[in-house]
């Protein structure tokens, strides 16, 4: 007898110490697991930040555009924080304060007066002038890095009667119990037995999170146990508000084909198209009333049975006093407002926020950037991306309605760029939101006509007494290409004009007169150039690349561009401007900077033709649009397979690209199918002209038909920057004399005559 | 430092006296002047970034200013002008607090919101070249001064503070015939 009970003793004991271990490594391997999730909100992307002072050109329907983007509420009477008014030419705005990495914007109530199409001033409350105020900026994205699919809601950011709601409805005691409820759990028990059967949980919010995080949806009675002690275990070593942010994020809230909406900030995407922040209580109560079932419950199944479940989620409130009664009664007779297809939920800014991906991943491992916290600031405009939209909704329409995309295939990729300072402000991927082939980054093509400024720019580079009145022979003309065979380049419209002044080389597009004008320079010599300067020439370095069939990204494009309209300095192109951590430091601050890589005699110069080229040339439909001076250059590659558009004003340079991902024959032309896109944007844009500043070198004088510098009221004289050199050799007369000094003796010599 | 401080100080009162309604006009870029043309520079009202700091030369530093100030004379009825805006200003203003007191990257980013604002103003890129001098960044010195000199227009007088700046870098890069040219560019600027 001793003995047996020594045995059961020992067996007890051992039993206990194997539990014990169990349970110790089961706690320790589920607070390692439970650590290891990610509940972090992943990097912040920002705007660039609406500036206003006196002279800033907005005009109040840009500034209410803003307001609005920003969530800013009209009202009728003094505005608040979060709030503006309208009175007459100005506005009177709640401004939300926002910590800058450069300094704090304090919240502050400011008048805005408009004047026309400025603003005329800024001031405080008390009328005393502000000399600059800075909105917050506005949110392109949040990046999640663990949960793609998922829009990670911190706890903070949810609405307090939402968290409230929460609690009330499915764990009262939740901030009192430890893990598992005793009450709960009896009721559960008791309604089991009455029922047969086991089929009521009676879970406490950490122990559905259990079962959501770690177990199967089976419903047995050991299943049951083990999430109860895991709620325990998980209890003990955890705040109740990291347990309710897991929860908050992880909860299933519904199916949509093979993907799990998890988490309310996504689910508030999935059904209603908006973040968390935004919803109102009847839609916060719907969401509330999935939890107990997402499918029977669903609103776009079964609506009225979704009704049902909310307004007893707003009755459930309402009685323990979260909502009061009105505001129960009003929730209650709200409709379901639940889209019948799910929003996409791709951001409303793909392109750009690839960019700033792409920028980010140079200097950040995925870790850090969905690390809790980190706020990137870009350069991101939204009243330009806003133009840039519209131009390519009008285009999609256009082509389709013309018959060159009757299929709706048609894609494109469009780029803003900043021309001073190198910043990317607007960025279109494609044709639509999906973001798979980033089409400005990714797609490689043929840039055709847009080679050309390249190559006079070359040109005047090699020579510098070239200039807009130089004369180019503009012939058939054969040459042998780099795989032996004969070349025999064709003008667009296999019209010959014989002798061409060199800008309308480009204003024209004159693909002849660029061949005669390349080898009259010396062919290696200009395609090293090109190389130089970033138009890409390959190994068997075509003669074709006179004439654009180098492949390259709209990106790349836009960079090239970005140096010959900006006086052949380069400002590289980002979209990042300054990354800050949590605490607020400056992790990256990306600097200004600028490198020399054309002399500004060219770039000037063939800026200017670019500017023909907008005014009278194959851009006029972009340059007579508007009543600021515009530069601008077309390109068509063979078969209309690409049409291409690159167009600016003083300050920005737009350049698209339309195309079909396949690189079919599409019967595109850039002025056409692209220019408009372009063309549109820079009507939603405050237009500056394009400076007429000249560098060292150039000045200003006018250039008759035939190419000579003469008197300003000679008739049909025209004002170019030309190198003063020539300026300087000015006719006497209109230039009834021929062609004289500078050019005469080295025009013979290349143009075989 | 205090003395590069009070010397623009003493610019501000200059401007005060010579335009007290508004700023003083500057010739526009587009404008050309003849060369006997005295050109009223918009950066006379400034804060100037004193280029010495702790590592330049102090008496080339007191010089700069002391002679532009001296120099400032009216214009005939310029075609047109063009003056600073007052949030560009205040950011210049705020920049070289911040450089003062050491705050390179503040500086920096104050800078170029200013050249967000009016990236064709050389002044600004002047003081962001003397900025990047004064940071240690030579070769971003020398490049956003020679963008600032291609943006001068008829501004000889700017033309010749940023070739002293490039001067500057490219002595302190040990490239002394790029120094020296940069010197004879800035003397012809400066008559």
């Not at chain 1, 000399?131 to 903070?156: C, M, N, T, W, Y």
Request: charged share 25%; with cysteine.
């Amino acid at each position: 007898m001793d003995r047996q009970w020594h045995l059961l003793l020992k067996i007890f004991l051992t039993l206990l110490v194997a539990v014990g271990m169990g349970l110790v490594y089961l706690n320790a391997n589920l607070i390692r697991q439970f650590e290891s999730l990610s509940w972090a909100v992943g990097a912040k992307i920002f705007a660039r930040p609406l500036e206003l002072y006196q002279g800033a050109m907005f005009t109040q329907e840009q500034v209410r555009f803003e307001l609005d983007l920003l969530k800013y509420q009209l009202v009728q009477g003094s505005p608040v924080q979060g709030q503006y008014l309208i009175d007459g030419n100005s506005l009177w705005v709640g401004m939300r304060g926002h910590n800058y990495p450069d300094g704090e914007e304090p919240d502050r109530v400011v008048q805005i007066n408009f004047s026309k199409d400025l603003v005329e001033a800024v001031r405080n409350v008390d009328a005393k002038p502000l000399e600059i105020i800075r909105f917050e900026p506005l949110v392109l994205a949040q990046l999640s890095g663990k949960h793609a699919d998922r829009d990670i809601v911190r706890l903070s950011d949810f609405p307090k009667e939402f968290i409230q709601m929460l609690v009330a409805v499915e764990d009262r005691n939740f901030f009192d119990h430890a893990g598992i409820s005793i009450t709960g759990i009896s009721r559960a028990i008791i309604n089991n037995i009455v029922a047969g059967r086991f089929s009521q949980g009676g879970s406490t919010l950490t122990q559905q999170l259990v079962k959501n995080l770690y177990l199967t949806r089976e419903r047995t009675l050991t299943r049951k146990a083990i999430e109860a002690v895991y709620a325990i275990l998980l209890d003990a070593r955890f705040s109740k508000d990291r347990i309710l942010a897991a929860y908050v994020n992880e909860v299933f809230l519904g199916q949509w084909g093979n993907r799990a909406i998890h988490g309310f900030g996504t689910a508030a995407q999935f059904y209603f198209g908006k973040p968390i922040s935004e919803l109102s209580n009847s839609q916060q109560a719907l969401l509330i009333g999935l939890i107990k079932g997402p499918s029977v419950f669903d609103p776009r199944r079964f609506p009225e049975r979704a009704l049902e479940r909310r307004n007893l989620v707003l009755q459930l409130s309402a009685s323990l006093g979260v909502i009061s009664e009105q505001q129960k009664v009003m929730a209650s007779s709200a409709a379901l407002s639940v889209p019948k297809q799910p929003a996409d939920r791709i951001g409303r800014f793909p392109g750009y926020v690839a960019i700033v991906r792409r920028e980010l991943a140079q200097d950040y491992t995925s870790e850090q950037l969905t690390a809790d916290g980190l706020s990137v600031y870009t350069a991101f405009d939204p009243q330009i991306h806003r133009g840039l939209d519209q131009g390519r909704k009008n285009a999609l329409t256009r082509l389709k309605a013309t018959g060159l995309d009757s299929q709706g295939e048609v894609q494109l990729g469009a780029i803003m760029v900043d021309i001073p300072t190198g910043e990317i402000q607007a960025v279109l991927a494609g044709r639509d939101q999906r973001l798979g082939f980033h089409r400005v980054l990714d797609a490689r093509r043929q840039i055709g006509s847009l080679v050309k400024p390249f190559v006079v720019a070359a040109a005047i580079e090699q020579d510098p007494r070239l200039h807009a009145g130089t004369l180019v022979r503009d012939e058939t003309i054969s040459i042998e290409d780099e795989r032996g065979n004969v070349w025999t380049p064709k003008n667009y419209d296999e019209k010959e004009l014989g002798i061409v002044r060199l800008e309308s080389v480009i204003a024209n597009s004159i693909n002849q007169a660029t061949v005669h004008l390349a080898l009259g320079l010396g062919l290696n010599r200009i395609l090293d150039r090109l190389d130089d300067l970033g138009i890409p020439v390959g190994p068997t370095r075509p003669p074709a690349t006179l004439l654009g069939v180098s492949e390259m990204s709209p990106y790349r494009v836009a960079q090239r561009y970005q140096v010959l309209l900006n006086q052949g300095h380069q400002a590289p192109l980002k979209a990042v401007r300054t990354v800050v951590d949590n605490a607020g430091s400056v992790l990256t601050r990306r600097p200004f900077q600028s490198t020399r890589l054309m002399t500004a005699r060219a770039a000037v110069q063939v800026d200017h033709m670019m500017r023909v080229g907008a005014r009278v040339g194959t851009g006029r439909a972009f340059g007579q649009r508007y009543t600021e001076v515009m530069a601008s250059k077309t390109g068509t590659t063979d078969d209309g397979r690409d049409a291409w558009f690159v167009g600016a004003d003083g300050r920005r340079l737009g350049t698209v690209w339309v195309g079909f991902d396949d690189n079919r024959k599409a019967g595109l032309i850039g002025s056409v199918a692209a220019l408009p896109i372009i063309s549109d944007a820079f009507q939603y844009v405050r237009r500056t002209h394009r400076s007429n500043n000249l560098p060292e070198g150039l000045e200003h004088a006018w250039l008759n038909k035939s190419g000579q510098v003469v008197d300003q009221r000679c008739q049909g004289a025209e004002k170019r920057p030309l190198p003063i050199e020539y300026v300087n050799a000015k006719s006497d007369d209109c230039g009834s004399n021929p062609a004289r000094s500078v050019d005469g003796h080295w025009l013979k010599d290349w143009f075989g005559g | 430092m205090r003395l590069g401080l009070s010397l623009t100080c003493v610019a501000l009162l200059v401007g005060c006296v010579q335009a007290p309604v508004s700023r003083p006009p500057v010739v526009d870029a587009s404008w050309r002047a003849n060369e006997d043309d005295r050109v009223v520079s918009s950066k006379r009202v400034v804060p100037k970034v004193s280029l010495g700091g702790k590592t330049q030369n102090d008496e080339s530093n007191k010089a700069t200013p002391i002679e532009s100030i001296a120099k400032i004379e009216p214009v005939d009825q310029p075609k047109e002008v063009r003056e600073i805006a007052p949030p560009v200003l205040s950011l210049l203003e705020e920049a070289d607090q911040l450089r003062t007191a050491g705050d390179f990257e503040g500086a920096s980013a104050r800078l170029e919101r200013a050249q967000r604002i009016a990236p064709t103003e050389p002044e600004v890129y002047f003081q962001l070249s003397s900025l990047r001098l004064e940071q240690g960044s030579l070769e971003d010195a020398v490049n956003i001064a020679v963008q600032g000199v291609d943006l001068s227009g008829a501004d000889q007088a700017m033309k010749r503070d940023l070739y002293t700046v490039i001067a500057r870098a490219k002595d302190a890069l040990g490239d002394a015939s790029g120094a020296s040219e940069a010197r004879r560019l800035a003397r012809a600027s400066g008559s």
